[in-house]
């Protein structure tokens, strides 16, 4: 099926095989189509179809809701072409950086599969070539015999590499993360697509890190730490990190946050925030270089920000609600410009 | 249409956005110290209602779902936004906010401008 967009300075084509979504299509081809959560919930991928037949996917997608259906509104990240289509599309089409890696279709085989705490599990995932992604991004997963994708941040960073790290949160009621529960799914296999995502680590950039997690929030932010180790970023950037959890059996990655730290004691500050109990004794004798703290992570995070930011980027990740609470308070109270912020809103 | 009073000027706090409508139609209004702007009431990225989504501070608004911000003064976008807000001419009088409205101002959300 051949996609056409037109902007005024441009044509966009591109084809789309059978039963491929819109924005997978135009990304793969290394349209820059706009989109946030790839996953139905946000809305930022919003197409109008001029001509042509679309199936339009999830009929209960979140990032609908303002749509028009007069206006034949719909969400490239969950539509599919039935004929060629002629599509508009309102936001603007423009690359993030220059060295964005053009995201595509694997068939990912589980490889490692482990229990890090009650309701977090770790899962490996091999595609069959390798390949790179920035520190920060994530992929989108689809479980066998499971309508729609989610997505899931990578955990590793690899210049070149075969393998995909993920965590994943258990999530009441949720399909595909009961489906990862259920029984042991090593080498199960599974439809991803990627690197997405725009939450980013680039060591050119030359920033200091500061970092927000909720919960399964973290991953994407150790891929950062681990990129940034690679490069002994932190021999001359700081990094500060704050990790909300419930309790301390809720805790996981304490040994890969301890063995950054060991290397460079001063430039690296982790801080570990219990929601419901207080740190255990042995946490609190300072011994294995963490720092660890009792409340809600935005609230032990916030004061600890540089009024107007500095040098610094500071990432979010974690529930939504989460993410929305930090950014009213850091651009109002901390003055941090909008580009010096980063997020992904787990929906 | 003409100049409408939209409220008294003590109603728009600095750093405060305040819906009205005026005729039928919907518009914010914002403080910016010497003066006050209004603005349709959506944010012109994906028609978020900027009473709820938006955050004023040093003149400056940011809408807090996608991060676009503008220079509250001009209406200009800074950083990751790409549409201006478009301002409705404004005045003090008697001190009550007028409003010229001669047609609602309106983002063109099919916009297929790309640079
Ligand atoms: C950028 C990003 C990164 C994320 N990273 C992580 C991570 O590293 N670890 C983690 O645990 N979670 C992560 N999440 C959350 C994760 O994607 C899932 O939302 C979560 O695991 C719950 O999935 P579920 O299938 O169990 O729940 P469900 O409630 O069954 O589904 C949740 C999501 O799946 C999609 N979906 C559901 N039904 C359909 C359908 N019929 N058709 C199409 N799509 C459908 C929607 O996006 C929905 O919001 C991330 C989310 C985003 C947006
Ligand atoms: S990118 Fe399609 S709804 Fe978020
Ligand atoms: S809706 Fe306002 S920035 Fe996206």
């Known amino acids: ?347 | 249409m003409s100049w409408k009073a939209a409220c008294p000027t003590g109603d728009v706090k600095q750093d405060k956005i305040k819906e009205c409508t005026i005729d039928g139609v919907e518009i914010i209004l914002v403080n910016v110290g010497d003066g006050f702007r209004a603005y349709p009431p959506v944010c012109p990225h994906m028609e978020q209602y900027l009473e709820g989504s938006g955050i004023c501070a040093n003149n400056v608004m940011t809408c807090d779902r996608h991060l676009w911000q503008w220079d509250m003064k001009t209406g200009e976008p800074l950083g990751p936004a790409e549409k201006p807000l478009l301002i409705y001419d404004t005045k003090e009088e008697d001190g009550q906010v007028m409003v010229f409205i001669d047609e609602e101002l309106e983002y063109d959300f099919d916009d297929d401008d790309d640079d």
Not at chain 1, 140 to 158: C, D, K
Not at chain 1, 192 to 201: D, E, I, K, Q, Y
Not at chain 1, 249 to 270: C, G, M, W, Y
Not at chain 1, 297 to 316: D, I, Q, S
């Open chain 1, 1 to 347: 099926m051949l996609i056409e967009i037109e902007k005024k300075s441009k044509t966009y084509r591109f084809e789309a095989n059978a039963g491929e979504k819109i924005l997978h299509a135009g990304l793969r081809a290394g349209v820059p189509l706009p989109f946030e959560c790839a996953t139905g919930t946000c809305g930022s991928c919003k197409a109008r179809v001029n001509q042509g037949d679309i199936d339009e996917g999830w009929p209960e997608a979140p990032g609908k809701e303002n749509f028009k259906a007069a206006k034949r509104e719909m969400l490239m990240c969950q539509c599919v072409a039935q004929t060629d289509c002629n599509l508009t599309v309102p936001s603007k089409i423009k690359a993030f950086r220059e060295d964005d890696i053009n995201p595509d279709h694997h068939q990912g085989k589980i490889t490692d599969y482990e229990m890090l705490t009650s309701d977090v599990l770790r899962f490996e995932v091999k595609v069959p070539i390798e390949g790179t992604f920035h520190a920060g991004q994530f992929f989108v997963l689809q479980a066998p015999e499971l309508e729609g994708y989610r997505a899931y941040s990578m955990v590793n960073y690899s210049q070149s590499t075969d393998t995909l790290e993920f965590i994943i949160k258990k999530f009441p009621g949720g399909e595909l993360s009961n489906w990862a529960f259920e029984s042991n799914r090593l080498n199960e296999t599974l439809d991803v697509f990627g690197p997405l995502g725009r939450a980013t680590f680039h060591p050119d950039e030359g920033h200091d890190l500061f970092m927000i997690a909720g919960g399964s929030g973290v991953a994407g932010l150790m891929s950062i730490l681990e990129h940034a180790n690679q490069v002994n970023y932190f021999q001359d950037h700081k990094v500060e990190l704050y990790f909300g959890v419930r309790t301390p059996n809720d805790l996981f990655f304490a040994e890969r946050f301890r063995a950054i730290k060991t290397q460079h004691p001063d430039n690296v500050s982790i801080n570990i925030v219990f929601s419901n109990e207080p740190p255990t004794s042995e946490q609190l004798s300072g011994n294995d270089g963490l720092n660890y703290l009792t409340g809600f992570v935005h609230e032990r995070a916030l004061p600890a920000v540089l009024e107007g930011g500095g040098n610094t980027m500071h990432y979010l990740a974690g529930p939504a609600p989460m993410v929305d609470a930090l950014i009213r308070p850091l651009i109002l109270d901390s003055k941090i410009p909008a580009d010096r912020i980063r997020y992904d809103k787990f929906n």
